[in-house]
């Protein structure tokens, strides 16, 4: 989970300030199975990055995206790090594009940090966006 400070918004002001900041204890990887023989869909690990946790380095979830050949690209917040000092905004979906789909899979983190899931799917059709 990103970290914040008491008091304020998700992020920090700078990088420096955000090297002084606590170190994260879980991480969010997309894996895809492109170009691979798998016929599964691609999905959300979830990293436990603690050095003094007995699941240091492992994958402590796995969240599957409900369609195939999505290709997950470069995940982002749903609030960046200008919004530091804004302490109404949270950092509690991640945004993952996918390249082949155009969809875009918006992921509940703040519920459950450990066990993220699926919020919202974003899809295109030809000129038009719609929601589900």
Same mark, same amino acid.
């Given at each position: 989970m990103a970290s914040t400070c008491s008091g304020c918004g998700p992020g920090y002001k700078t990088p420096l300030d955000a090297m002084k900041g606590p170190r994260e204890e879980i991480v969010y990887l997309p894996c895809i199975y492109r170009n691979t023989d798998i016929q599964k869909p691609d999905y959300l690990a979830t990293?436990?990055?603690n050095p003094q946790s007995p699941n240091f380095? &492992?994958? $402590?979830?796995?969240l599957p995206m409900p369609n195939l050949k999505d290709e997950l690209h470069h995940s982002g917040w749903n609030a960046c790090s200008s919004c530091y000092d804004d302490p109404s905004k949270r950092r509690n979906r991640l945004i993952l594009p996918s390249l082949?789909?155009?969809r875009i899979y918006v992921v509940d983190v703040g519920t459950d940090?450990?066990?993220?899931?699926?919020? &919202?799917? $974003?899809f295109f059709i030809l000129t038009a966006c719609y929601s589900t």
């Open positions: 990293v436990d990055v380095c &492992k994958v $402590i979830h796995r082949i789909s155009s940090p450990r066990a993220p899931r699926l919020h &919202k799917i $974003i």
